[in-house]
Every structure is written in structure tokens, then in C-alpha cells.
């Protein structure tokens, strides 16, 4: 028996038997999601009868398509439960290249695919593809708050840099210099944007793509939320201008966002073979295949009816206008509006230098501390996503949810402001 008896370091070390034993230096230095453990708050208290609003949510609030639905059941009923391939079937990984020729002008083979569980998988299998020891990523700020935590896991470095609000949170070229140095492996790319919302244009991204290429190193593109942009707005691949940043670019999407399939974890990537072969390979060791059902079903999502897909992303669009307007009317908030995802991502700054109910508001954490206890409100601080004075709302729940909440936060700050 193993006994953690005491920190020394910063290690946990176990007493035992003959000696002492050092647990994982890196396994220890791995943060714990904020973002899920606010969730897993948020519905404990709900579920105590709370009249809570949550501002939580990281998945659309939609049921996955019936038909989506009924190819997993069919899939069941006909025994499609044993291993299937490490990267996936050869016949979603077919569909998969199909989906990637007709939306986003990607020509792959099935080789060239490596289907995972969900899209986090993907991410970090191509992070542990590409890194060797100190490695460094350039991660641009705000970021999905795992990127960190991803590149840490496969041995590499995260250079942070700071976008600026006033160019939509966007990386820039002359940013992306300042980070550079001969350490430098890849860049992540994530458009749209979780938490910004940010939609990088096609201009925007022929200039990052000009400096991966110029540079000799990868581009992680992360276009998760690729169904969900608005007013217009285009969603472009980066890997589509030439064969140059094509070789370059490491493709990761899924169907957890666009498909409302979050707890059917499946996920993908797209590389040159090279890439995938090593991605595959280390899958095969740490996970066997992805979900056999849940392939089966993901097949029928990319070459079946796209309605439902369009509808949520009306309705989603509707519930971004209103959240908007409603954050425009409230003193001292400070937005962007999003091209897509699913979230509004405030700075409030603004509200800094007040106690309210007893806490002195220093930093979004504070904020988010004081809506929770006083207004039933949960909304997301964002130092974990490399931006303490922001928080981020989700508008992936109900309409009447989004109404409280705003009015109980427009109340928060006319209240004591």
C-alpha cells in the first residue's frame, strides 16, 4: 500500500516500503479545467433546487439529429461493437475526406485521416506527433484554456502572445515574430475562436500562413466550431492555399459542436501521412479505436440531411444578436461581437474598484464570485484562458435562460454601480 504523505518541492512523494517514490513532476504541473469544474458546480447547484442561470455551457443545448440517432441504434442492433481500425474506419475516413473536399477544398486520402475520441484526443495525439522536448508552440491569447495543458503533456513549451482587442483578438503577423525563436515547432490556430468568438478572414489567414511557411514549422488549425459563424461571415481552412502550408498544417475538427454530439467523443485530424502514421501508431497504443457506434453514426452526420445543422445555427445566431444587445446596454462592459462559436467574451475591467457584498472587485474571478452569490449567475473568468480581466457567457442554452441571466447581471452592476 501507497501512502501520499507529504509535499516536498512541489512533488507529492509516496512512502513506502524500502523508500520513498516521486510521483510525474509533469503529471503534477497539469491544471485541472476550470471550465469543468465551474460546470460540474453549476449543476450540483441546480440540482439543488437553485434557480440558477449558467453561462456555462461548452456544447450546444440541442439534441443530436434523429437520424444521427438511429444509425447508432442500427448500428447496435447489427453488432457494430468490436475494435474497428486504430485511426478510425475506412469508410468514415472516406466520408471524412469527402466532407474536407466539399467544404473546405482539402484534397486527403483515408491515410491521411486519424478519427479519435472527440477532438481533445486529436489535439493532443498531433501535439505528441510533432513536439520533442522543449519545443516551443506559440499559442496566441486568449486561448481555449487546454492548449497550455496539451503542449505541457507532450514535452513542449507555450509561448503566449497577446492579441489585441482593437483587431478582433487576432493574431498578427508582426506578433508572431516577436514569439518566434529556433525553438519554435508550430502555432495554433483557432477559428472561429472559443472563447473570442473570432473569425480569422481569408487575408488574415493568408498572412499567418505566409510566416508558417517562411518559417518551416507546423500550424495546428483547431476549426472545431466550423458549422457555427454568422452574419455572412465565411469560414476558410488555412491549409487550402497551396501545397506549402497544405504539408504544414495539422487539421483537427469533429463533431461535437456542429453536430451537437459532445458525449459521443469523436473527433479527427487531417495530416500528411507522415503525421497521421505517428498519430495512428500512437493511438493504437493508448486508446485501441475510437467509439465503433458512435463511427458508424458520424458517417450518416456528414452525408446526411445538414438541416438540423443550419437550424441550430440560426437559432444560435438569434440568441448572439440578442446577447449582444443586451450586453451593449449595460455600463462598463466592454465587447467584441462574435463571427461565431457560441460565446460573448467580455472585458470587465470597468467594474474594478468597488466592494460589493463584501468582496473587492479586483479581477473577472471576483466578478464571477459575486454573481454566483448574489445574482444565481455562473459565468466563466477567463484567467485560465490567458485573460484575467475577461469572462466568458455562453448563449448555448435556452433563450429564457439567456434573458434572466442578462437581467440579473445589468442588475449586478446598475445595482452597484
Not at 353 to 375: F, H, N, P, Q, R
Not at 381 to 405: N, Q, T, V, W
Amino acid at each position: 500500500m501507497y501512502i501520499i504523505s507529504y509535499f516536498k518541492h512541489s512533488s507529492i512523494i509516496w512512502q513506502r516500503k524500502g523508500g520513498n517514490m516521486k510521483l510525474s513532476e509533469r503529471g503534477l504541473q497539469v491544471k485541472e479545467s476550470s471550465t469543468l469544474a465551474i460546470t460540474a458546480k453549476a449543476k450540483k447547484m441546480a440540482s439543488e433546487g437553485i434557480d440558477l442561470v449558467a453561462f456555462t455551457a461548452g456544447e450546444p443545448d440541442f439534441d443530436t439529429p434523429e437520424h444521427i440517432r438511429e444509425e447508432a441504434i442500427r448500428a447496435i442492433n447489427i453488432g457494430f461493437t468490436r475494435y474497428t481500425p486504430a485511426p478510425g474506419t475506412v469508410e468514415l475516413r472516406k466520408a471524412i475526406c469527402g466532407k474536407l473536399k466539399r467544404d473546405n477544398s482539402l484534397t486527403y486520402e483515408p491515410a491521411q485521416i486519424v478519427v479519435s475520441n472527440g477532438a481533445k484526443h486529436s489535439l493532443t495525439n498531433a501535439f505528441m506527433a510533432i513536439l520533442n522536448e522543449g519545443d516551443e508552440v506559440i499559442v496566441p491569447a486568449p486561448f481555449w484554456l487546454s492548449y497550455p495543458e496539451m503542449v505541457h503533456i507532450a514535452g513542449g513549451k507555450s509561448v503566449i502572445i497577446q492579441s489585441d482587442p482593437g483587431n478582433g483578438y487576432k493574431m498578427t503577423r508582426k506578433e508572431l515574430e516577436s514569439a518566434y525563436t529556433s525553438k519554435t515547432k508550430a502555432l495554433i490556430l483557432n477559428s472561429p475562436s472559443n472563447p473570442t468568438g473570432a473569425v480569422y478572414s481569408e487575408a488574415e489567414l493568408k498572412e499567418i500562413a505566409d510566416f508558417v511557411v517562411e518559417k518551416d514549422i507546423f500550424v495546428i488549425a483547431d476549426e472545431i466550431y466550423e458549422e457555427l459563424v454568422y452574419g455572412g461571415v465565411k469560414h476558410v481552412s488555412i491549409a487550402s492555399f497551396n501545397e506549402e502550408i497544405f504539408k504544414r498544417t495539422i487539421v483537427i475538427n469533429g463533431f461535437s459542436k456542429g453536430y451537437a454530439m459532445t458525449g459521443w467523443r469523436l473527433g479527427y485530424a487531417a495530416a500528411v501521412k507522415e503525421i497521421a502514421d505517428i498519430m495512428s501508431n500512437i493511438q493504437s497504443h493508448m486508446t485501441s479505436n475510437p467509439n465503433s457506434i458512435t463511427q458508424m453514426a458520424a458517417i450518416v452526420a456528414l452525408e446526411g440531411d445538414q438541416a438540423a445543422v443550419k437550424n441550430m445555427r440560426v437559432e444560435f445566431e438569434k440568441r448572439r444578436d440578442y446577447i449582444c444587445d443586451r450586453a451593449d446596454k449595460i455600463p462598463h462592459l466592454k465587447f467584441n461581437r462574435p463571427d461565431g462559436a457560441f460565446y460573448l467574451y467580455i472585458d470587465v475591467s470597468g467594474l474594478y474598484g468597488k466592494t460589493v457584498k463584501g468582496v473587492e472587485i479586483k479581477s473577472a474571478a471576483d466578478v464571477g464570485d459575486v454573481l454566483l452569490s448574489a445574482y444565481d449567475t455562473v459565468v466563466v473568468p477567463c484567467a485560465d484562458f490567458g485573460a484575467p480581466d475577461h469572462i466568458r457567457l455562453s448563449y448555448a442554452i435556452a433563450m429564457a435562460d439567456i434573458e434572466k441571466g442578462m437581467d440579473r447581471i445589468e442588475k449586478f452592476v446598475k445595482e452597484n454601480y
